[in-house]
């Protein structure tokens, strides 16, 4: 209760901060006059409605994703320093989505694009994990992942090269620091079902992952289908994962620190983290975005953010995980 007292603080934060700062009067005047079928006065209600709300809810569903795919991961592979990228799917939708700002295609176009690529290459990682048969699935799973997200990584740098430097290049630096400024209503009717649809077997089958983390012995002991878990974990993850890139580009951090700081605060049951994770990743985006439109003149990456904040409280994280090992 108090993670979503705090998430709904946050909301309403980033409803009133920004370059057109508003007031919680402004916002129950605006939203008593939309539910009575009217149009709030301006510019008041482009703001609210048409700008900044859609930003907001859209940080709001991009962190949960992404802190879901963090921690289903970590259960998953049982290692706690898994990131939602770990098979390459934010590599495979970056590679799209820069193909398509290459080809000059529509904004949705490129986020079909990258997010369809993202799901293209885990299919990849996954139908070459199984071809290469081998009594650790896990670890040929994750290997075949750093390969195919290299392979990304190098086909994101090329396009790069053979980008324009005066318009395409610029707008290629820019998603892949991770932006959402381009958020609109219609990308919200996109994302929200993805992301919701990722989201609901993972809380379903929340107790048969949380078995996972034990071993595949000791899961299949205890009746869990293994095989089946773990690859509507991977599919659902990777779903999250590719919606979250395909529209606001590469933020890195999110789904490596906010599961630690879950465990941190609900202990290490996966059906206890995964909704402290979903709702702390959520607050966690929504304040990132609100200080990168609002603490300088032009707007601030929210990787760059991210890893700002991330990387700091990652190393405090390390350090006092080993004074509790010794």
């Not at 048969?133 to 392979?151: H, K, W």
């Not at 985006?285 to 601030?300: C, N």
């Amino acid at each position: 209760m108090g993670l979503v007292v705090i998430l709904l603080a946050a909301v309403l934060l980033a409803s009133l901060l920004g370059p057109y700062p508003l007031t919680p009067g402004d916002v129950v005047s605006a939203i008593m006059a939309r539910l009575a079928g009217h149009a709030a006065p301006e510019p008041i209600d482009t703001v609210l409605f048409q700008i900044r709300l859609p930003r907001v809810l859209a940080a709001l569903l991009v962190g949960a994703a992404l802190a879901a795919a963090g921690t289903s991961y970590q259960t998953l592979f049982r290692n706690p320093l898994v990131s939602p990228d770990i098979l390459g799917v934010s590599a495979g939708a970056g590679f799209g989505a820069v193909l398509g700002i290459l080809l000059s295609l529509p904004v949705i176009a490129i986020q079909g694009l990258g997010f369809v690529t993202g799901l293209l290459t885990v299919g990849i990682v996954y139908t070459l994990a199984r071809a290469l048969r081998s009594q650790n699935e896990i670890l040929v799973l994750v290997l075949a992942g750093i390969v195919v997200g290299a392979l990304a990584g190098a086909g994101i740098s090329l396009v790069k090269i053979l980008a324009d430097p005066y318009n395409q290049l610029p707008a290629i630096t820019f998603w892949l620091l991770g932006s959402l400024s381009g958020i609109k209503v219609s990308d919200l009717q996109t994302v929200a079902p993805l992301v919701i649809l990722g989201l609901v077997p993972l809380a379903l089958l929340r107790w048969r992952i949380g078995v996972l983390s034990l071993g595949d012995d000791e899961a299949k002991a205890l009746g869990v289908n293994v095989r089946f878990v773990r690859g509507v974990v991977i599919a659902a993850a990777t779903l999250v994962t590719a919606t979250a890139v395909s529209v606001s580009g590469v933020i890195g951090w999110v789904g490596l620190v906010i599961p630690h700081m879950a465990r941190l605060l609900v202990g290490p049951r996966y059906d206890r983290v995964l909704p402290a994770a979903v709702l702390m990743g959520a607050a966690f985006l929504v304040l990132i975005d609100t200080v990168a439109r609002g603490a300088a003149r032009i707007e601030i990456p929210l990787g760059l953010l991210t890893a700002l904040l991330g990387a700091p409280v990652f190393v405090w994280l390390l350090a006092r995980g080993r004074r509790s090992w010794s």
